[in-house]
């Protein structure tokens, strides 16, 4: 009988510790998370101090949706990648085409 209490306390102990363990690692992700938002808004704030554009591409802030920047997907490269293996053609193509953009430039 007194091994049994014994054994029914240690189990106990044992659910107490990982208890414990899961608050604590509740607790972390909500520093972490914490951590993350203020480190977004400090950048935010770095980037309207030097009046670089924001991340949110709505006119009006306070609206939920809505007059979102076009994000178009058909918006073309000027520089064709194939996919596929480099071969020597490829690469003597991706050249040329990036010498005649560092001339445009």
Do not use: C, H
Request: net charge positive.
């Amino acid at each position: 009988m007194g091994e049994d209490l014994r054994s029914r306390s240690e189990k106990q102990q044992k659910k107490e510790r990982k208890r414990k363990k899961k608050k604590k690692k509740k607790k972390k992700k909500k520093k972490k998370k914490k951590a993350t938002v203020a480190k977004e808004e400090e950048e935010e704030r770095k980037r309207e101090r030097l009046g670089l554009p924001s991340d949110d591409l709505r006119e009006n802030p306070f609206q939920e949706e809505g007059n979102d920047a076009n994000r178009s997907t058909t918006s073309r490269d000027p520089v064709q990648v194939s996919i596929g293996l480099v071969t020597r053609a490829r690469a003597k193509n991706f050249k040329d085409e990036l010498n005649g953009l560092i001339q445009e430039v």
